[in-house]
């Protein structure tokens, strides 16, 4: 699509908003510009207008994806038959290079930057990251257009925003119901997902999780497809799949052994699920990559706030899992340590889920410290649980000072929420950097 003289009305002026209102101003676009808060003037480039409301002269819309789509500018749009896209979309309307765009519940993250390092590790800057993480995919083609692959993290939000997507491989790395404060219901959270592959055709390939039931569903609609696209699968642990698996410790593909756990140093069956998404969507992109794969295994820490391992301290291991917002994220990090007696610091806000489903993966843990808005669920399914040593905290700083008091030598403590920040905190981020600095701060003591 051109975008030359196009009317573009963009609603939201965080970094995507900054970011393609630049981009169009570049390729000749007419821009407007609607905030639902007011912005100082000398904000606004003066290429911009601002304006509003929204009338049956524009073209399009370019919405921050975090936008929910029943603001009433947004739902005027749509009575008026006016096309709504988020930024990813417009630089991937430019874009002329090898599209990976890698979506999921969990894990996105973490595999993104497997398959970037890994591909780097072969083709270096002709690689570039984008999306959902790093760079808006318009502020990454506004500064440099002069590269060939583009590892794209894309989530339901921006894929709602799609219609055009096409990537040469998609992956999928698993999909557990959740946003549904966004979508309002299962059914379009899965929609959203299923953008990521619905232009595919038979020159490109979906990569998906062969142990995921609802991705697995995906692939039964494609077989009523013409020209559908090339499938392949990985597993942690399943040797029938088409792609890369774990076979006897060892990370397999086509029959060839790769790399064996105890060589990798990411832990955990979450993040071994992780690695074999990344080898067969790198494995399929490029065959002689196996050398960096082996490379980045043996030296990725792993992604900030994702059971991030922050160190050990008196014989303490310490991991930051702040960005496990639902409850299958906390599910995947405690079963991560199945030998290890844990310290486990959890809360946050409550979004009515169903936090009975954990109790069978609290086996291990010794201690919990709860907080926040889901602090008397935590409480009751940790008793049902049989966990011993129960306490409840005002906040997360508390928490890790008791945790940091009363953890041993081999213990592991583990913050893992299982909820979203937002009762005490602006983002996961904060929340993480917080309980990092604050582990420091008391061990230091």
């Not at 890698?102 to 894990?107: A, Y």
């Not at 999928?172 to 953008?195: M, P, V």
């Not at 301290?313 to 906390?330: L, Q, R, W």
Request: without cysteine; charged residues 20%.
């Amino acid at each position: 699509m051109n975008y030359e003289n196009k009317k573009v009305f963009i609603y939201g002026w965080a970094r995507s908003g900054r970011a393609v209102a630049r981009f169009l101003h570049q390729k000749g676009a007419q821009l407007f510009l609607y905030t639902d808060n007011p912005i100082p003037e000398n904000e606004v480039p003066d290429y911009l207008t601002v304006v509003d409301n929204i009338d049956e002269t524009y073209d399009l819309v370019v919405k921050n994806p975090g936008i929910f789509y029943q603001k009433p500018i947004l739902q005027r749009a749509q009575e008026l038959g006016i096309e709504i896209l988020t930024e990813v979309q417009v630089g991937l309307d430019y874009f002329k290079g090898d599209v990976i765009a890698i979506t999921g519940s969990n894990g996105k993250t973490t595999t993104t930057m497997l398959i970037a390092q890994m591909l780097k590790g072969v083709s270096g800057d002709q690689v570039q990251v984008a999306g959902n993480i790093g760079k808006p995919v318009t502020e990454l083609l506004y500064e440099n257009a002069d590269f060939k692959t583009l590892v794209l993290e894309i989530s339901s939000f921006q894929l709602m925003g799609t219609p055009r997507i096409k990537p040469d491989i998609a992956l999928i790395n698993n999909i557990f119901a959740s946003h549904l404060d966004y979508h309002g219901s299962r059914e379009n959270y899965l929609e959203a997902k299923k953008q990521v592959f619905k232009n595919q055709d038979s020159n490109d390939l979906l990569v998906f999780n062969a142990a995921d039931p609802l991705t697995s569903t995906f692939v039964d609609e494609l077989s009523t497809k013409d020209k559908a696209p090339r499938i392949a699968t990985f597993s942690s642990q399943n040797p029938s799949v088409t792609g890369a698996h774990f076979e006897n410790d060892t990370l397999v593909f086509d029959k060839q052994e790769i790399i064996s756990k105890a060589d990798i140093l990411l832990k955990g069956d979450a993040n071994y699920q992780n690695i074999a998404a990344a080898t067969t969507v790198v494995m399929n992109y490029n065959n002689q990559a196996v050398g960096s794969i082996r490379s980045v295994l043996r030296n990725f820490k792993g992604a900030e706030h994702r059971l991030e391992f922050v160190g050990t301290f008196n014989g303490i291991k310490v991991y930051n899992d702040s960005k496990a917002t639902d409850i299958e994220a906390t599910q995947s990090a405690l079963q991560s340590f199945p030998t290890d007696q844990i310290v486990w610091i959890a809360g946050g806000l409550d979004r009515g889920d169903d936090l009975s489903r954990l109790i069978p993966d609290l086996k291990q843990v010794q201690t919990a410290f709860v907080y926040g808005q889901t602090k008397d669920k935590l409480v009751e399914i940790a008793k049902n649980a049989g966990i011993q040593n129960i306490a409840v905290v005002e906040n997360l700083k508390d928490a890790v000072s008791h945790a940091v008091q009363i953890a041993q030598n081999g213990q592991v403590i583990l913050f893992s929420p299982a909820a979203a920040s937002w009762d005490q905190f602006d983002n996961f981020e904060t929340r993480g950097k917080e309980f990092k600095d604050t582990i420091k701060e008391e061990f230091s003591k």
